[in-house]
C-alpha cells in the first residue's frame, strides 16, 4: 500500500524552465559577488563543485560537505567567510528568479487532498540547493513549508546523496521510516525521477503528456499532467 507521496518540485509542482532559470541564477550570482571574484572564475568554480556533489553517495557526507569542500578552497576562501554573502543573495538576489516561474493550478489541491487522506508528503527536489531556495520555490508554487506540513524536505544540507542516484531515493525512504514500496514518486524527468525511484522498488507517476513513450521499461505506475495524477491518486487506498 502506498503511504508516502514523494513530489518532485520544478516543472512538477512549479512550472520552472531550467533552460532558463540556471542561466539566470547564475548570472545574478555572478553579478552579486562580482567585487569579489571575476564572474566567470566564481561559476566555473560553482559548477565544478556542483559536480562533485552529484557525484556524491558517501553516507558520511553531506552533499553540502562535500560542495563546500570543492568550491571554497577553490577560490582561496573559507565558508565562514562567504557564508553571509551567499545568505543575503538568497534573501535579497534570489527572489527576482521568481518572474521565470508559474505556479500550476493543481499543485495546491494535489497537496491538500494529499495531506487530507493521510499520505506522508515528501518534496523530493534534487538537493543541490540550500533549504532557503528550496522553501521560496515552493512559495512560489502555492505551497509554502509555512501552511504544509511536509514529513521532508530534501536539501542539500541533510542529503547524503543527489539525483539520479538510487541512493538519493533509499535515503528518503529511510529518513521518512518507509519502505520503498510504499513510497509513490512524482516527476517529470525519467533519467531523474522516474527511472531510480523504480530501480528501488518505488512506483512512479510520470508527468508527461498522456501520449509519450517511456524511454525504457518497466512503464511508469501511471503518467499524464498533474491534472491527470490529481484524479489518478484518487485510486490509491487511503492509508489511515
Not at 98 to 105: A, D, K, N, S, V
Amino acid at each position: 500500500m502506498i503511504r508516502a507521496i514523494l513530489y518532485d518540485l520544478d516543472n512538477t509542482l512549479l512550472q520552472n524552465p531550467m533552460s532558463q532559470f540556471i542561466p539566470a541564477y547564475l548570472q545574478a550570482l555572478g553579478e552579486y559577488m562580482a567585487d569579489r571574484f571575476a564572474p566567470q572564475v566564481l561559476i566555473r568554480h560553482l559548477l565544478n563543485a556542483t559536480e562533485v556533489m552529484v557525484q556524491n553517495t558517501d553516507p558520511q557526507r553531506s552533499n553540502a560537505e562535500v560542495f563546500d569542500a570543492a568550491f571554497f578552497p577553490a577560490l582561496g576562501v573559507s565558508r565562514q567567510e562567504l557564508a553571509p554573502l551567499f545568505d543575503d543573495f538568497y534573501a535579497s538576489r534570489f527572489p527576482h528568479l521568481r518572474r521565470l516561474t508559474q505556479p500550476l493550478p493543481a499543485a495546491r489541491p494535489l497537496i491538500e487532498w494529499s495531506f487530507a487522506h493521510g499520505f506522508q508528503v515528501v518534496i523530493a527536489t534534487n538537493p543541490l540547493f540550500p533549504l532557503t531556495a528550496i522553501l521560496q520555490r515552493l512559495d512560489w508554487a502555492g505551497v509554502p513549508a509555512s501552511e504544509f506540513p511536509y514529513d521532508l524536505i530534501t536539501s542539500y544540507e541533510i542529503m547524503h546523496a543527489a539525483k539520479p542516484h538510487p541512493a538519493y531515493y533509499h535515503e528518503v525512504a529511510q529518513r521518512i521510516g518507509r519502505m520503498p514500496e510504499e513510497c509513490l514518486l512524482v516527476g517529470d524527468d525519467w533519467e531523474g525521477d522516474i527511472r531510480p525511484a523504480q530501480s528501488i522498488g518505488m512506483a512512479a507517476y510520470w508527468i508527461a503528456a498522456p501520449d509519450a513513450v517511456p524511454p525504457a521499461d518497466p512503464p511508469p505506475a501511471g503518467q499524464g499532467s498533474l491534472e491527470d495524477l490529481a484524479r489518478w491518486v484518487q485510486r490509491l487506498p487511503d492509508p489511515r
